[in-house]
């Protein structure tokens, strides 16, 4: 993590990181003004909040309560040396608390990451440099040898050589990534997070056997989302992109809808828009750009490759980010290496779709097959041990896709977890199965996963499948676990060069009769490719695009961001049109319009319903805006400090609304529950001398939305780079 630190007055120092400020001083003996802890306070406060988060981690798991559990720290401080303490954390447990959670809490206090890093002695390197935000990877390269060279099976070069391509790549753009955590909790299964220091919003995970391929697993994905503009899916671009020469790639086209807003003769071809459009509905204006906004300029459309003839067909960038998400992108070390991950990775995603919709029961892996992986084998044991039973199954159906899976039941909590991975060779599909089932995950973290069940409704809603996609939280059927299984075992093999494997998987969707579309990317200095693969590798129902399309964000972005400059007639307007939207009043409003904010702010809580009432509130429509309240807090889940708020609103809106009381006679004892300030709050917002309380005011420049503000500034790096590519 980096951690950014401002000098402020006196000895005030502030430190930002992510989306946080932390402000310390020194004590008044000391110079300083006490009107922050110190640094060292900071720090011995870390170690008793680490503790009691561990200890929270392990009641919530189990269903204990904690409202009977207290901790606390004192330090021990040796008199002839000063750094020398002991840090005597102390726990106080309740008394009906069996033997076996007593010591399981105690086990886990000892596993908090403070005191571990304590304990094993960090290493400081103190050094000086030219510039901050120039500086290169370091904290990436750290442990890597550039000497070695570690061949690994899916890779066309050595593992060392593609840490330092694709860490070449990333500073070239100017970004600065760091390793935010590692996991390595079995035996050959390791996981880490990487994220961008200036803009942690665009960060990637990586897995593998060892660390340097979970590395180059976690380098290769971030950069197929930079190519891909993943990271920026459904985000608002700003006006300066909006209005730049290109607003993704300096070849794409921009058409105008066609007579009644019909769909502009030059995008998709007929296969796809037998696909896309069967019953006609869809129009040119469900394909407006949301990134930019720009009616005016068309639908902007990126050009393919039609695999089956090589001509171009150009898809609408809307219609990419509303049904594909992160499905058919990969980078690698060669264009036919990223086209196999890219492939296997469709497939597994495919054939996890048919395999959870059809509630197929797949074949054991034959005991004797997994013992040609024993790496396999002992990463399963330590699950195992651990109390997780591990099915290791065939989801090639029959031999026909290169495509594993390995099941986790927990006994603990009755749920299940049903891991998927996919390449030409099955060792290497078998590995991505297991690494993809513990990818960022501590063992606590595998009490999330919902039991099975036999309600077939459930298991083959579409969203069942969003979440599989999303992380693997979704339903799994009980017709899964059944021993009798609905195919035969394969041991299957379609593995050789890069390019042999790239060729039978793409004859694969052939055989199926699937029309197949590419794009490739080397602008960033690593090869990267996109393929589409129309009705087979969407992620969300084709229906989206007309009725949950989200571009519905230009409807209410411009009028969101200036809300503090609306007038009553535009406020009853917007009003108006988010009734009559049909959005759900609990969607967020970082959903609906785009935009970043801070999640520790009201604007980061805001919702659809919340953003009703103060509208209501505004227009001094009290009966509406009562209502709206209860609702609010019946089932509204935000901050205690804003459900107090709204508390205090309920209360003052009641009193107005009846006839027979008066405000006056209850204002001293509301200020006394609720406190002076926001007493002062809920009635101007009551009255109407204060519109939209909580909210700070911004606009289309987003102004004071800093957050938002450095995703925009990562995308900068990434058009520059396009633009330069393109001009050269």
């Known amino acids: 993590m980096q951690i950014n630190v401002n000098f402020l007055d006196n000895l005030r120092l502030e430190a930002k990181f992510d989306d946080f400020t932390v ?49 606390s720290q004192n330090n021990i401080v040796d008199p002839e040396n000063r750094y020398n303490q002991i840090f005597r954390i102390q726990v106080e447990l309740p008394e009906g608390l069996s033997d076996k959670d007593r010591q ?18 960090p290493e400081f390197r103190i050094e000086t440099v030219d510039n901050l935000d120039e500086d290169a990877q370091a904290l990436l390269m750290a442990g890597v040898d550039g000497e070695a060279r570690t061949f690994i099976e899916g890779k066309d070069r050595p593992l060392e050589e593609t840490i330092a391509t694709m860490t070449r790549a990333l500073e070239a753009l100017g970004m600065k990534i760091e390793i935010a955590s590692w996991r390595n909790i079995v035996p050959h299964v390791w996981s880490l997070h990487i994220r961008d220091a200036a803009s942690p919003m665009c960060f990637t995970n990586g897995k593998g ?27 608002f671009f700003g006006e300066e992109i909006a209005n730049a020469d290109f607003v993704h790639y300096p070849n794409e086209q921009w058409f105008q809808p066609g007579p009644e807003d019909a769909l502009p003769a030059e995008i998709l071809d007929d296969h796809c828009r037998a696909i896309y459009d069967p019953d006609g509905e869809l129009q040119g204006s469900n394909l407006i750009d949301t990134n930019s906004g720009r009616v005016d300029r068309g639908i902007c459309s990126l050009p393919f490759q039609r695999r089956s003839d090589g001509e171009t067909v150009w898809f609408p960038s809307n219609l990419i980010e509303n049904l594909f998400l992160s499905n058919g992108m990969s980078a690698g070390n060669t264009l036919a290496e990223a086209q196999v991950q890219c492939l296997s990775e469709i497939f597994e995603r495919a054939v996890k779709k048919q395999i959870i919709e059809e509630e197929l029961a797949l074949p054991d892996v034959p005991k004797e097959v ?11 044991q330590a699950l195992e041990a651990q109390g997780f039973p591990v099915l290791v ?19 603990r909590t009755g749920g299940v977890f049903v891991s998927f991975g996919a390449h030409p060779s099955m060792a290497v599909a078998l590995e991505r199965s297991l690494t993809e089932l513990l990818q960022g995950r501590s063992f606590e973290g ?45 041991e299957w093999d379609f593995s050789g060069t890069t390019e042999e494997e790239a060729e039978r998987l793409f004859g694969i969707l052939e055989d199926l009769g699937k029309e197949v579309y590419t794009a490739a990317y080397h602008e960033l200095g690593a090869p990267a490719c996109r393929i589409l693969v129309p009705g087979y590798s969407e992620v969300y129902p084709v229906e989206d695009l007309v009725w949950d399309n989200t571009n519905k964000a230009l409807d209410y972005r411009e009028d969101i961001l200036n809300l503090h400059r609306l007038d009553d007639g535009q406020l009853t307007d917007l009003l108006e049109r988010l009734e009559e939207s049909q959005i759900d009043d609990y969607t967020d409003i970082i959903t609906l319009i785009g935009i970043e904010f801070d999640e520790n702010t009201v604007w980061g809580q805001l919702t659809v319903l919340e953003l009703k009432l103060l509208i209501n509130l505004a227009l001094g429509q009290h009966d509406e805006a009562l209502e709206r309240t209860e609702a609010f807090l019946q089932f509204n889940d935000n901050t205690v400090e804003r459900n107090l708020f709204y508390r205090a609103v309920s209360a003052v809106l009641e009193i107005t609304l009846d006839d027979e009381l008066d405000l006056d006679d209850y204002l001293a004892n509301l200020r006394r529950l609720y406190g002076d300030d926001t007493m002062a709050e809920v009635v101007g917002a009551v009255n109407g001398s204060v519109r939209f309380p909580g909210l700070t005011p911004t606009n289309l420049q987003l102004e004071g939305l800093d957050r938002h503000l450095r995703l925009i500034e990562s995308y900068k790096k990434l058009h520059a780079a396009r633009a330069a590519a393109a001009a050269g």
């Not at 997994?370 to 399963?380: I, M």
């Not at 090639?396 to 927990?410: H, K």
């Open 393 to 411: 199954k065939d989801a090639s159906l029959g031999g026909q896709f290169p495509v594993a899976c390995v099941a986790l039941m927990n006994p």
């Open 209 to 235: 056997a060892t660390k340097e391929s979970a590395l180059c697993s976690a380098l290769g994905e971030f950069i197929e989302r930079l190519n891909c503009n993943f990271f920026y899916n459904d985000q």
């Open 446 to 490: 595998l009490n999330d996963f919902p039991a099975p069940t036999f309600n077939s409704l459930a298991v083959t809603e579409p969203n069942n499948f969003v979440e599989h996609f999303i992380d693997s939280s979704g339903l799994v059927s009980w017709r899964f676990f059944s021993a009798k299984a609905d195919v035969a075992f394969h």
């Open 370 to 380: 997994l013992a040609k992986y024993p790496k396999l084998v002992e990463g399963v």
């Open 23 to 71: 402000v310390t001083d020194q004590p008044i003996r000391y110079k300083g003004d006490g009107s922050a802890p110190s640094p060292f306070d900071y720090f011995l406060a870390s170690s008793a909040l680490c503790a009691a988060y561990f200890v929270k981690v392990y009641c919530k798991a189990r269903d204990i309560p904690t409202d009977n559990i207290r901790l």
């Open 104 to 121: 399981g809490i105690l086990r886990s206090i000892d596993r908090c990451t403070v005191k571990k890093v304590v304990q094993t002695g």
